[in-house]
T-cell receptor, first 113, second 114 residues
């Protein structure tokens, strides 16, 4: 779904700890998923993606997990740093759907030094 | 390799004026997407264009909004007779190919309608 509220869900995490951000996507036919990070006043920045034929993918300090059964996506950030403070969005798209992205509700991550 | 460029970064218009937002995709990218973001919300798809073609405009309001991506030059999102509800951040993204390719976003244009 997409956020319609005035306040974003917020995750406060101590520097050095791991963060987990969750996302429920809406279209069971979606087959490509992306996590974006958005800092205040900036455009979304690509973090990691995953295709529906996978259930896990790892990048540098980040891991994305995909559970198609319950239409759930998660982003794990290892050893969270102050620079990780941002709003994180998941996005889904459907092959054959002109690649338009449908963004989920954003999650605010605040890293406490 | 420069990323997606958007200008202006900030635009102030009075009600009834026109707003023109420009987007230059990444080098080698021929697919452009426009999204709109209201405060504390996710981005919402507006339109998808290739050079000289509008491929999908299902997210565009039926009136006052138009988009183009000419053979030469940047993509333009045009809003005529702006209203206060048009105030938002408008982001452009580009990708090299359409199918399941990562979209890279520009810094956005923040439109404020007085």
């Amino acid at each position: 779904g997409e956020s319609v509220g005035l306040h974003l869900p917020t995750l406060s995490v101590q520097e050095g700890d791991n963060s987990i951000i969750n996302c429920a996507y809406s279209n069971s036919a979606s087959d490509y998923f992306i996590w974006y990070k958005q800092e205040s006043g900036k455009g979304p920045q690509f973090i990691i993606d995953i295709r529906s034929n996978m259930d896990k993918r790892q990048g540098q300090r980040v891991t994305v997990l995909l559970n198609k059964t319950v239409k759930h996506l998660s982003l794990q950030i290892a050893a969270t740093q102050p620079g990780d403070s941002a709003v994180y969005f998941c996005a889904e798209t459907l092959s054959g759907g002109n690649n338009r992205l449908a963004f989920g509700k954003g999650n605010q991550v605040v890293v406490i030094p | 390799n420069a990323g997606v460029m958007q200008n202006p970064r900030h635009l102030v218009r009075r009600r009834g004026q026109e707003a023109r937002l420009r987007c230059s995709p990444m080098k080698g990218h021929s697919h452009v997407y426009w999204y709109r973001q209201l405060p504390e919300e996710g981005l919402k798809f507006m339109v998808y264009l290739q050079k000289e073609n509008i491929i999908d405009e299902s997210g565009m309001p039926k009136e006052r909004f138009s988009a183009e991506f000419p053979k030469e030059g940047p993509s333009i999102l045009r809003i005529q007779q702006v209203v206060r509800g048009d105030s938002a951040a408008y982001f452009c993204a580009s990708s090299p190919w359409a199918v399941q390719e990562t979209q890279y976003f520009g810094p956005g244009t923040r439109l404020l309608v007085l």
